[in-house]
């Protein structure tokens, strides 16, 4: 996503945040503009070396915390076979998402609206779902 494009995005995030009675402290932020202006996922050690030129440089467990936040608005995905983070504009209050993974360039691209799963224990209520797919994207089949 380029810059011009986070704007939007970070927009919504704060607007979210309102919604939900959040803050999205300087470092919150700064930590999302970095995931949404990554080319593709992005690991917690690279957006720690990011931070690092700024004045009082974050320590591993604020880029972290930073993280869980924004993963818990649904700001950011986080890929676990990738162990990197991708960043989210969009609801997540139905369905969830879906993750589509391109096994040679390391794209990933979501979509939305995954069905929940109907094979849940008696009791168990799903609030969020995120499904990984592995495969070749168009650019890298072509």
């Known amino acids: ?17 309102d919604e939900k009675g959040e ?3 300087p470092i919150r932020r700064r930590v999302l503009e970095l995931v949404l202006e990554a080319d593709g996922p992005v690991k917690a050690y690279d957006l720690l070396e990011a931070l690092k030129p700024g004045p009082g440089s974050a320590k591993p467990p604020t880029v972290y915390r930073a993280l869980e936040f924004l ?15 991708v960043g989210c504009s969009h609801s997540h209050d139905t369905g969830g998402a879906e993750l589509f993974i391109c096994s040679d360039c390391g794209s990933v691209q979501e979509c939305h609206g995954a069905p ?4 849940t224990p008696d009791g168990f209520i799903i609030e969020r779902s995120v499904v990984e797919h592995f495969g070749h994207c168009g650019n890298c089949r072509s």
């Not at 993963?71 to 983070?85: F, Q, S, W």
Request: charge should be neutral; aromatic fraction near 2%; charged fraction near 15%.
């Open 23 to 25: 803050r999205l402290t």
């Open 1 to 17: 996503m380029s810059r011009d494009s986070t704007s939007p995005a970070l927009h919504a995030a704060e607007t979210l945040c």
């Open 116 to 119: 929940a799963s109907t094979q």
């Open 71 to 85: 993963l818990g608005l649904g700001l950011v995905h986080k890929v676990e076979a990738l162990n990197a983070y």
